[in-house]
C-alpha cells in the first residue's frame, strides 16, 4: 500500500506513480494541517518544524498491509507532521516501511533524517527515497515512473 500527505498535491503525483510502478492501492492521509488561511497554516507548520512533533491524522488506517511505502513532503528539513503522527501512532510492528520523500532539493541528510526517524519506532525499516519537487512545476508522472523503476530495479511493462 502507498500512504501519502500532501497539502499542495505536488507529493501526490509521486505517491500514485509509485503506486502504479508497484502495483500497489494507494490512499491519501488527511489532515486537518490544510488550513486554508496562510497565518493559521504558518503557525501549524512551524510547531511541527521546531517542536519536532507530529500532526494528526483524521483517517488512519484500519488494517495495514506486511509492507508500505509512506510519502510526503520535507518541511524546515524534516518530514512533515501527519506521516510522523501516523508512523508514532499505527500498529506497524509487523510491516516493512519505506519512505518517499519529496523536497525543493532533494538533500541527502534529509532522507537519512527520516531513516533515523523510522529507526526509532517498532516497525521492520525498509528504504527511504528522495525526490526533487520544485515549488513551480514538478515533474511529469512518465519521468517520476520512470525513475522509481530504475532505482527499485523494476522492468518496465511490455
Avoid: H
Avoid at 93 to 117: F, H, I, Q, S
Amino acid at each position: 500500500m502507498v500512504l501519502y500527505y500532501t497539502r499542495s498535491k505536488k507529493t501526490k503525483i509521486f505517491a500514485e506513480a509509485l503506486a502504479e510502478v508497484m502495483q500497489m492501492p494507494v490512499r491519501e492521509l488527511e489532515s486537518d494541517l490544510n488550513d486554508k488561511s496562510t497565518f493559521g497554516f504558518m503557525i501549524k507548520a512551524l510547531g511541527m518544524a521546531f517542536g519536532g512533533r507530529g500532526y494528526p491524522v483524521k483517517n488512519m488506517p484500519e488494517s495495514i498491509p506486511g509492507e508500505i511505502y509512506l510519502c510526503g513532503p520535507v518541511w524546515g528539513g524534516q518530514m512533515v507532521g501527519p506521516p510522523r503522527y501516523f508512523l508514532d501512532n499505527a500498529n506497524l510492528t509487523d510491516t516493512k516501511v519505506n519512505l518517499l520523500l519529496t523536497a525543493g532539493v532533494p538533500v541527502e541528510k534529509y532522507r537519512r533524517k527520516a531513516l533515523d526517524y523510522l529507526n526509532r519506532i517498532p516497525c521492520k525499516p525498509g528504504e527511504a527515497y528522495i525526490f526533487a519537487a520544485s515549488d513551480k512545476v514538478p515533474p511529469e508522472p512518465e519521468t517520476i515512473k520512470e525513475q522509481l523503476r530504475e532505482i527499485l530495479q523494476i522492468a518496465p511493462p511490455c
